[in-house]
């Protein structure tokens, strides 16, 4: 199937051609194809961040993207499940679970999520909802430990910590730190740690329910798992990318694209094709499925 440069010039020789929107004709031509391949539902969900120099609340998971899966499920035969073709930086875990909420009922749990390249935070939990999750060697996961207002919910209450026991043995350290931690609203650190116990208590009952449901270890994995995707210590930071290895060895249900050539290139061929459209097409956001019913935002 055709690499990066290959899409590209497909589009480049099809606009020259002058034929009609270029971009869409060429990839739901391969959407098409990998569901035609997997006999599968195919709906891709995608985001321009890594195109994009601004990460913009459009461009994060919310809720309006809820209304782009209605319309992309919308007269899908559900029997079929459903191969979710994820590339997001995250975003609101509220609206992450209610997506997920969504989907499970309407594909009844039979859901793969495959990641091209990579699937943050947010995104990560949605991944974890998911029966099975579809990577390569060019794939990333990240920790969840969440963001609340944009800043880093771990790194709040790590900082506000600090502060407690450098203000009790120094004055001087007090005065600087009294200057740092009012930037904090009163109830911000109640905000922060309940987020942090909201995200791990979603991904668990995900796993448990979902990708470990019937295994007399789900709750065992499902805690070794949340434990490494949200332990700070470990991740060091919230924009760590996790590869292949180190989410097999936490014990997530993998499959590698390599493990299968034919799918290996559809996937990523899907992949090029989506992220010209971010790029060329200036799209924010495309919820799209294999019939061709796209959502986007610009």
Known sequence: MPAWGEVDNEIARLTAEGAPFPLDTVRRQYIQALSKNTSRNVIVYYSNWVSSPNVT??????????????????????????DLILHTPGGSVAAAESIVDYL??????????????????????????????????????????PQ????????????????????????????????????????FLSQCEQAIALSKEIVKKWLIDGMFAKDSKAITKANRVVKGLSDRKINKEHSRHLHFERCAELGLKLKKLEDDPVIQDLVLTVHHACMHTMVKGNVVKLIENHNGAAYMRF
């Open 57 to 82: 609340p459009l461009s994060m998971i919310n809720d309006d993207d809820k209304s782009g899966f209605m319309q992309a499920v919308y007269k899908l035969d559900k029997k079929l499940g459903l």
């Open 104 to 145: 499970q009922k309407i594909f009844n749990k039979d859901i793969r999520v495959v990641v091209p390249q990579m699937a943050m935070s947010a995104g990560t939990m949605i991944a974890c909802s998911a029966k099975e999750i579809l990577m390569g060697k060019q794939s990333n996961l990240g920790p969840i430990d």
């Open 148 to 187: 609340v207002n944009g800043l880093p919910a771990y790194d709040v209450l790590e900082e506000f910590d600090k502060a407690v026991k450098q203000s009790r043995s120094d004055n001087g350290a007090a005065l600087m730190w009294q200057t740092i931690v009012s930037k904090y609203h009163p109830t």
